[in-house]
């Protein structure tokens, strides 16, 4: 490949001269010039330094330690302090004078929106719309035609010049103020890095005389001689290139890098400038386009130097343009963003194959595995992707976020030597451990040959040293035949009663492998893989002899028999070579091998030991299966490359040993290193040694071979600095196919699993898993490590981590190598659950087999399977939904987490409804806390219709009528026989519900209305209800009776006192409280109900301290008639009144004074009277149009949140409550004023960080944010999170008021829309992607902060944003 250099060029380039526009200079950038003028200034102060002439420094021309450092710096700071560089960023007054009179004079505010004029920000705004800053002094002007309409509509004095102008010259006074400001901060910065470039050119490079050619600082821009006189000057005054740590173009407006001296400069080049577009620049870009394409069309890969510097649009044309010559061109880059998400914006947009990653950061052998980890970023084929289906019904893969590949140095031609950086014996198992990655890796020439400083790719100009050839792969020991197993007979003639063999093959056994009785002899026959082993005869299992085969003496002294599988074996040699390159011959063959299989790595670090597997997926009969590194690692700098050699570690083989490939260590002398000199015609490096034993016959002077059944390992006894070891391995054929079968894991049986089946595999938090078990077993728990759910999708959220942090599930692996309690944990509670049973065996069965593989490999292993197992359930999930739920890895995501929440908990089952609703994890999961009917009634269209749970839908809406009482839905199911009706709005919610149901299932819906219910309660009144229940009476009714039920009783009115009121059924509520009133207000049609000292609608949260005085009073008391509320009742009306008129729902209407009064003229009555009680006008002159107090009023342009409140203040505030109005029944309202209070909701009640909504303004004095449900302190207001529903942001409403803008908003195109829509749901993408809980909470501090005492997954956040996605969807379609 060949480096390819985009953004900069040689100084001395002759095409610059004709074609300065090629480069940044003072033409086309004239910011630069400020920067100009600080360069030439430094200039100045060194030539003056360097002739003595600068008084303060007395040691001039030199600067040879600190304090000639500190007495320049003082002197330059004391000289920049007078520079007037500040008026570079200053406003030219007279040509701002001049745009606003020119202004006035057809001034063009009518576009101004007003309110938004009002809140903004002058100063901010002026110094946004400005431009010319550093390109003059007093140059900077604004843009009078966006500034002036703002000023205009702020001021409200029309063309009032004296009075605007005054304004305007106050404002930019604060600008000018601001820039000083800045300004001076640059300076400091400038010096700062000034004072670091002289100590680094002068004292730490002994470089200290200054001079015309060695000045105090390199010159930042340089003057082209002009070949065109006629030209203008300031086009040959050009920019050096540099490095700098930006993730932009550093040469732009505003950062003004130049001058604050941030850039380490290359004085050598020149920086390219293109512009936004060819025309900018055509002859740069022409002859770039050459350079590129034949670059391209030679080479089968480029590295793009510099990468991060360049623009991203000049990379993405070039790239571009040379795969237009060369289709299959590898490109990568050396990208030094420090931000994985940057990296990823580089990689998608230019289309790289890799990135430059180096190992220069590793001190030690923990640091060179995390390099090797998140360079390889390798967890498990399905953790990068998932199955989905397209919309054809053909299967494919949906890429997920994975980290960019990457192409990994030992050292770069940037770094310094890593005889600068380590102790010289880190270069061996340094290299050899990259090789056994299996990513591309790299190295730099010089490294090999032990140079002992890095050299000067500009300066150098000598030519490396001719080396001798290096030798034939044979030669150098690797023995590349492949060897079989082969059957040994092993016979003992002498007189014995018991004999066995035992040896190296079978851990000196005397018990694995008897003989038996043979004539005179005695014998038995064992396969062994190729290898030489020892042993020896145990006769009467005491007596130790050899046989009559050759011997040979072991490291220890010891004399056994011996015998070599595999044929003859060739002759071990120890060699000494001078430098590193035939090692890494040998290891560039194991790095092929490893590089063009499917393996899997495992790496494990025993002190300064590191141990890299890899273990091939797929082999063909005989060959080797694995390949071994353990290398003892010494990077501590000074320590000469001793350390103690008599250390014993035990390392667990891939398989049973089959070659030993390479065996080596290495020594420099420091002495050496010290001592060198370098040649002056030609790079030579140190004469180091470097210690090879040919064909594995070193092994055995640093370890023994433990042989296993079906693997072997290693145990050390000496490791010397430096020492690497490899070997391959084989697997026995049963092994090796177990392997192949991992791999092509087939899918688990997961079609048609029920919710409580999914539940149960995927989630249950703990509370859950504890009940269903019924021995209290908890979240199975790591160091470090607290997954969220006890069924998989905890571990797989946690896997998931690893894309960007190879380190994240350290734990967990740890725990999975060290034995099978996690395997056998999730195998006990899957097979717990009767209906899934095939599930269990399809784990069981590959489960199984990953026990029975080594402890390094079975990570990798159960990642695949529970991955495998988790994306299947998740494919067959989305089988039933929408199109649009199927693609998008956020909306998917937000599908699968309804199961989270409808699960089977035995203490929540009520009759035949045994798979329950939970309303939020984890507080609202078992016995009576766990079914809620307003949350249940919210959640049922997007937890369970959108994604086609029909009949579990159906299943709630009768388990929930069942149990109506009063006209009501019960607000707490609890079985039944705890039920509350304490809510006025979950019944309305349960309407809202059934209206879904019946429309969206147009098989069964329709019919549903006469769907017959065994009732739980057989009277309203309690006495007389237990005693019918005494005598077994039963009480039968069809859905369409309790619907009318509901209907009439609203309509004449609710009037009760809970059953069993008092502190048995409520700790803090007062009597009163528990008193149920409502009514039907016949001159209007609205429902009101409540009073001060209960809670009926969502916003129900009741004080509870005593300490401040707010126990038994309601935090959000809203009694009246609430503006949901009505929203509800006029949806139903419609929905009931088209149901009497398509014949399936039998009821007109209510009876009223002897006639029916019909859900039409119920809905028109409402409709009439909704926006004169409701709406408050921007323009008080309107005021008396409606119905509105003066006094309360506090927001306009919106609708009231209640009214004929007790407390007139609570029906004037601003709160989301009226989306849900909005969205269900959009015909009670004006459209002009349902756009303005939607476009005021979102301006005023969403902040850009927010995944809810905010409970009330901001600007209400009775505003609080935070909600904290511990806080004991005296505040009446906050104690015991009173405020649950005064300012924290619920997630549930936003919801509706995504649905809400959909109904009334129009749009200019589809695009918009998209756009739109999409950009809302940022947040709560992002959310949900990372969250632990894979949910969305219940709500938020103020603008998405998180709340610790929240739900951490709620069922109608969930629900109510695919019910806005659903609708979203069908917009898009219509």
């Known amino acids: ?129 400005s431009s010319g800053y550093g390109s003059k002094p007093y140059g900077v002007t604004l843009d009078i035609h966006k500034v002036g309409g703002i000023l205009l509509v702020k ?317 034939d792969e044979e030669d150098l020991g690797l023995d590349k035949k492949e060897s079989s197993e082969q059957k040994c007979d092993f016979v003992f003639t002498g007189q014995a009663s018991k004999v066995a063999v035992a040896g190296t093959f079978n851990n000196w056994s005397s018990t694995a492998n008897l003989l038996e009785k043979d004539g005179d002899a005695w014998r038995t026959s064992i396969t062994l893989g190729p290898g030489k082993y020892y042993f020896k005869y145990v006769l009467n299992d005491n007596n130790w002899v050899n046989g009559s085969g050759p011997t040979e003496r072991d490291h220890s002294g010891n004399v056994n028999n011996v015998i070599n599988v595999g044929g003859p074996q060739k002759e071990g040699k120890l060699v000494i070579y001078d430098d590193l390159r035939p090692i890494r011959k040998i290891m560039n063959h194991v790095h092929t091998i490893i590089g063009n299989s499917n393996s899997n790595m495992s790496i494990n670090v025993m002190d300064d030991v590191i141990v890299i597997t890899q273990q091939l997926t797929k082999m063909k009969g005989g060959e080797d299966s694995g390949y071994a590194l353990i290398a003892r690692t010494n990077f501590t700098k000074g320590s000469n490359g001793m350390c103690d050699e008599n250390v014993s570690k035990l390392v667990q083989l891939p398989g049973k040993l089959s070659k030993v490939l390479l065996t080596c260590n290495m020594f420099i002398d420091h002495g050496a290193i010290q001592g060198f000199k370098q040649q002056q015609g030609v790079i030579t490096g140190v004469k180091g040694k470097v210690y090879s034993h040919l064909f594995g016959s070193g092994l055995k002077y640093f370890a023994n071979v433990k042989h296993g059944d079906t693997h072997d390992a290693l145990e050390f006894f000496k490791m010397p600095a430096s020492l690497c070891v490899v070997v391959s391995t084989k697997l026995s054929t049963g092994k090796a196919k177990t392997i192949e079968a991992l791999e092509s894991l087939e899918d688990p049986p997961v079609v048609g699993l029920s919710m409580g089946a999914v539940n149960h595999l995927l989630f249950r938090c703990n509370p859950e898993e504890q009940e269903f078990s019924k021995v209290g077993r908890t979240i199975y728990e790591f160091h470090g490590i607290s997954p969220k759910y006890a069924g998989i999708a905890g571990l797989v959220h946690e896997f998931n981590k690893c894309r960007n942090d190879p380190n994240a599930c350290k734990s967990i692996f740890d725990n999975i190598k060290e034995g099978n309690w996690l395997i056998d944990y999730h195998l006990q509670r899957i097979k717990e659950y009767p209906e899934l049973n095939e599930v269990y065996n399809w784990m069981l069965k590959h489960l199984s087999t990953i026990k029975e593989l080594p402890g390094d490999v079975r990570p990798k292993w159960f990642v695949k399977v529970i991955t495998r197992l988790f994306y299947a359930v998740k494919r067959a999930i989305l089988e039933s939904a929408p199109d649009i739920f199927r693609h998008d890895e956020f909306y998917s995501g937000l599908l699968l987490s309804t199961y989270q929440f409808m699960g089977y908990v035995p203490s929540a089952v009520y009759r035949s409804h045994k798979v329950t609703m939970s309303a939020g994890l984890p507080h609202f999961t078992v016995q009576y806390m766990r079914c809620w009917g307003r949350d249940t009634m919210i959640s049922l269209p997007g937890m369970l219709m959108i994604p086609g749970k029909m009949e579990v839908a159906r299943d709630v809406l009768m388990m929930f009528a069942e149990v109506s009482r009063h006209g009501l839905i019960p607000n707490l199911h609890s079985q039944g026989k705890g039920a509350r009706f304490n809510a006025r709005d979950a019944t309305w919610f349960f309407m809202e519900a059934l209206q879904q149901y019946v429309i969206r299932d147009k098989e069964n819906g329709p019919g549903f209305f006469k769907e017959k219910l065994e009732m739980e309660f057989l009277s309203n009144d309690q006495k007389e209800h237990e005693r019918r229940q005494a005598q077994g009476e039963k009480r039968f009714m069809t859905v369409e009776e309790v619907v009318q039920n509901i209907m009439t009783s609203h309509f004449k009115g609710i009037d009760f006192v809970e059953w069993n009121a008092g502190k048995r059924i409520d700790e803090h509520m007062t009597s009163e409280g528990f008193h149920i009133k409502i009514s039907t207000d016949r001159n209007t049609g609205f429902i009101h109900g409540g009073n001060r000292a209960n809670c009926g609608t969502w916003m129900d949260k009741m004080g509870s301290s005593e300490k401040a005085k707010n126990k038994g009073v309601p935090g959000s008391s809203r009694d009246g008639a609430d503006v949901e509320i009505i929203g509800l009742l006029r949806s139903a009306l419609r929905f009931l009144a088209q149901s009497y008129t398509e014949g399936i729902f039998s009821f007109e209407g209510v009876e009223h004074e002897g006639k029916v009064f019909t859900y039409l003229e119920w809905g028109a009555l409402i409709d009439k009277n909704f926006e004169r009680h409701f709406w408050i006008p921007k323009d008080s002159a309107e005021w008396e149009n409606y119905r509105i107090e003066r006094k309360w009023v506090q927001q306009t342009g919106i609708y009231k949140d209640v009214i004929g409140a007790t407390d007139p203040a609570t029906e004037y505030r601003f709160r989301p409550n009226i989306a849900i109005a909005l969205s269900v029944a959009p015909e009670m309202f004006d459209k002009e004023h349902a756009r303005c209070v939607i476009n005021k909701m979102q301006e005023e009640l969403i902040t850009p960080t927010s995944l809810g909504i905010k409970t009330l303004h901001p600007a209400d004095k009775a505003y609080r944010p935070r909600y904290v449900n511990n806080d004991d302190g005296t505040d009446f207001s906050t104690a015991h999170g009173l405020c649950y529903h005064m300012g924290p942001e619920w997630v549930w409403p936003f919801g509706y008021f995504l649905k809400a803008m959909l109904v009334f908003e129009e749009y200019k195109s589809q695009d918009e829309l998209r756009t739109k829509f999409a950009g809302l749901l940022k947040n709560h993408r992002k959310h949900l992607l990372q969250s632990p809980w894979m949910g969305l909470p219940e709500l938020t501090n103020a603008n998405g902060e998180e709340n610790p005492f929240s739900c951490m997954t709620q069922a109608w956040s969930t629900a109510a944003l695919i019910d806005a996605i659903d609708s979203f969807n069908k917009c898009q379609a219509s």
């Not at 005054?237 to 001296?261: K, Q």
């Not at 360079?375 to 976020?401: C, P």
């Open 1 to 129: 490949f060949i480096d390819i250099v985009l953004n900069h060029t040689a100084s001395d380039s002759d095409w610059l001269e004709e074609h300065p526009d090629g480069a940044y200079n003072l033409h086309n950038c004239p910011f630069l010039k400020v920067a100009w003028e600080f360069d030439k200034f430094l200039a100045d102060f060194s030539r003056l330094y360097s002739e003595k002439k600068v008084p303060e420094c007395v040691y001039a021309p030199y600067v040879g330690n600190e304090s000639d450092l500190r007495a320049v710096i003082s002197a330059l700071e004391g000289r920049i302090r007078k520079l007037p560089l500040d008026q570079y960023f200053l406003y030219d007054r007279g040509q701002a004078k001049e745009d606003l009179k020119s202004y006035l004079e057809n001034p063009d505010a009518e576009h101004v929106d007003k309110a938004k004029a009002t809140k903004v920000n002058m100063v901010d705004y002026i110094m946004k719309h």
């Open 155 to 471: 001021n409200n004095v029309r063309n009032n010049f004296d009075v605007l102008w005054k304004e305007l010259s106050g404002y930019l006074d604060q600008c000018d103020n601001h820039w000083r400001g800045k300004y001076q901060g640059f300076m400091k910065e400038a010096l700062h890095c000034i004072e670091g470039g002289i100590r680094y050119e002068k004292i730490q490079l002994d470089n200290t005389r200054v001079t015309d050619k060695n000045p105090l600082t390199r010159r930042y821009f340089t003057e082209l001689k002009s070949k065109a006189p006629d030209r203008d000057p300031d086009e040959f005054i050009v920019a050096h290139n540099g490095w700098v740590m930006v993730t932009e173009d550093f040469a732009t407006p505003m950062g003004f890098h130049y001058l604050r001296r941030l850039i380490v400069i290359w004085d050598d080049s020149v920086k390219l400038y293109y512009g936004a577009k060819k025309e900018d620049s055509p002859y740069l870009w022409s002859r770039m386009e050459k350079y590129i394409g034949d670059m391209a069309s030679i080479f089968q890969g480029v590295r793009i130097d510099n990468c991060h510097s360049t623009p991203l649009h000049v990379l993405e044309y070039f790239v571009n343009f040379a795969r237009s010559k060369n289709p299959s061109l590898f490109v990568f880059a050396e990208l030094f963003t420090k931000d994985a998400r940057m990296d990823a914006v580089y990689v998608r947009q230019i289309g790289l194959n890799a990135l430059i990653r180096e190992s220069v950061y590793a001190f030690n052998a923990w640091g060179l595995s995390d390099t090797i980890r998140k360079a390889v970023a390798d967890l498990g084929s399905d953790s990068g992707s998932e199955e989905v289906y397209l919309t054809s019904g053909q299967k494919t893969q949906l890429l997920a976020a994975t980290k960019p590949r990457a192409l990994l140095y030992d050292i770069t031609h940037d770094n310094q030597s890593p005889m600068d950086i380590w102790n010289p014996q880190a270069i061996l198992p340094l290299f050899c451990s990259l090789a056994m990655t299996g990513i591309p890796v790299g190295s730099t020439r010089g490294v090999d040959e032990f140079l002992p400083k890095s050299l000067s790719v500009v300066e150098e100009r000598r030519l490396y040293q001719m080396l001798p050839d290096i030798p």
